[in-house]
């Protein structure tokens, strides 16, 4: 579970407050985008408005856009156009205000919201996908003309048309000219700076500081669609036609790219692109290639790379198949298959909306002869934990309430297995949601970690004797990963040991996960394809 929405604020590495152009993060103000008409709407106008709708009304891209495709009847060409424009322009937005900055001849955030989300969707185009060059121009320009800010065309045709004259190795040096270290990476890659800092912390923990680069040049690329094969309800049969798909055998003419809802444990862009990713001398001095993570999926019930629209796959559509990102699964089965199940043994899913991690934990517990009890506060979220749980009603109950309160209400009710998957800054999976690098703030890290401790230690209340509790963020950041961990021991050393994390994900892991050796685990998706889950399995002793 990721913690809720935050008003966006701030832009990358600037430090500025109130922006009136809604720039990266930001929600800015309504400046003139006209109402839709009953003519057909152009991919790029969905891109548009899913653009300002995330900045304005703090909407999830990857959960407004396939609803905005859908409602505009775009093709499956037309719709995966509109899915990477979307989510590349968002997460390349402080690298395109830069540009746009040097292009105008005036700051981003002095530029009319409108407009600038106008021009960065054309700056996208240019720089970063096969549009002809004319074609990018003139359709930015009558783009401006939609949306109602015709005022601004001759501005938009001169800014696009200076962007056009440059390649995108040219705009790398004017964009990064002057700056170092953290600032450099920060503008070139599209990330905060302080998100590079954490990143850079986070590798240098395991002596992999290296890898920064090839890290951040992943986080810029759209994952590829990851299945979970539940265990004892999905059949072979529909793992066969799910494969079908990921390899090209299957038939996926007119698919098109996935436009289901996504929740937070899943994948729901589609593959676009390569990774531009490792430079020279270290890393810091030019864009190049990056290493490509293996298509082999790393989790023993995944299945990865599904050509279309999930939803469209038989096994999916039955929910013997679930959308989910192949970290996710591996951090539900680490605890499932940490050791051997007791038949009777009783779960929770502490923090379960909205449901991916606790269907996967229902079915191992289901195979086993176990209980699992799925903890949601949030009400809407509780219904996406009943949906997602709807096969499993005589393994599973579903409670609503603050996970905080278990073990104070004087029950003495006990759970062998927890898995606690915290709210955290969702910092491992800007793959996936483009929008949440620029709103979280390093502030949020500190608000945060004083949840995941209060949960962690009602998670300690409630573990049995022998039990194992998994505690899992997707986040990297030290402070909401090994420091929390850290600080638990130090806590409760007395009663709780840490498990060979590293191991048991290895044992689990259906090819090698690349994860460092030790008592905690830092998935990274430049390694293997996945989101940066964090994963720590400690057992009460005591």
Known sequence: MSAGQERPRGRQGSGDEGRRSGGPGVGGRRTGGRPQTARQVSARRVAFDV????????AYANLLLPTRIRRAGLSARDAGF???????????????????ALASGRRADLVEADVLDVMRLGVHQLLAMRTPTHAAVSATVELAREVGVARATGFVNAVMRKVAAKTPEEWDALVTAGLGGEALLATRWSHPVWVVSAFRDALAAERSRDELVALLAADNEAPRVQLAALPGVATAEDVEQATARATGDGDASGDGPPVGPVADDTTGDHAVGDAAAAATAGGDTAPATAPVA????????????????????????AGRLRVQDEGSQLAALALSRSSEVRPGERWLDLCAGPGGKAALLAAEAAQAGATLVANELVPARVGLVREALRDFRDTVT????DGRRFGQ?????RFDRILLDAPCTGLGALRRRPEARWRKQPEDVAELAVLQEELLEAAVRVLAPGGTLAYVTCSPHLAETRGQVDALMRRHGHELEQLDTASVVRSVAARDPRVADGRTVQLWPHRIGTDAMFIALVRRTA
């Open 51 to 58: 653009l300002r709708a995330v900045q304005v009304d703090d």
């Open 82 to 100: 509109a899915t990477e424009l979307t989510y590349g322009t968002i997460r390349m937005i402080g690298r395109y205000d830069a540009v746009v």
């Open 294 to 317: 293996p298509d082999l999926p790393v989790s023993p019930v995944g299945i990865r790379g599904v050509a279309g629209d999930p939803a469209r796959v038989p096994g999916v559509a």
């Open 398 to 401: 579903v409670v609503e309430g």
């Open 409 to 413: 209400d004087g029950s003495g009710v």
